[in-house]
């Protein structure tokens, strides 16, 4: 079991920075896959990026390549999202997931993340 908290959201001004964290509790969490994923508002839910359980490979939405970043620090058992050059199109609500992987695979699909954060919320202003 996994519980996912991000955190880091705010308000920003376009072209603005913003990185986001989502920490996990329990144990294992360099045997997990992780994702993060955004909701605008009337939107359905989307694939931001994805990032393999060693952190040595990346995967990005269009929209977001080369602007945003993800990582993760297994010892501190988190993940990040840095976002540079934001637009107001970025605006929503960022969710990390998570699920036990020790491929290569970073999923694009909701339905492959077995944990899910509550959300935290981005928002550009122009």
């Known amino acids: 079991q996994v519980q996912l908290v991000e955190s880091g959201g705010g308000l920003v001004q376009a072209g603005g920075s913003l990185r986001l964290s989502c920490a996990a509790s329990g144990r294992r969490f360099s045997s997990y896959a992780m994702g993060w994923f955004r909701q605008a508002p009337g939107k359905e839910r989307e694939f931001v990026g994805a990032?393999?359980?060693?952190?040595?490979?990346?995967y990005y939405a269009y929209s977001v390549k080369g602007r945003f970043t993800i990582s993760r620090d297994n010892a501190k058992n988190t993940v990040y999202l840095q976002m540079n050059s934001l637009k107001p199109e970025d605006t929503a609500v960022y969710y990390c997931a998570a699920n036990y992987d020790t491929a290569q695979t970073m999923a694009i699909t909701e339905a492959w993340y077995a944990y899910w954060g509550q959300g935290t919320q981005v928002t550009v202003s122009s």
């Open positions: 990032i393999n359980w060693s952190g040595g490979s990346t």
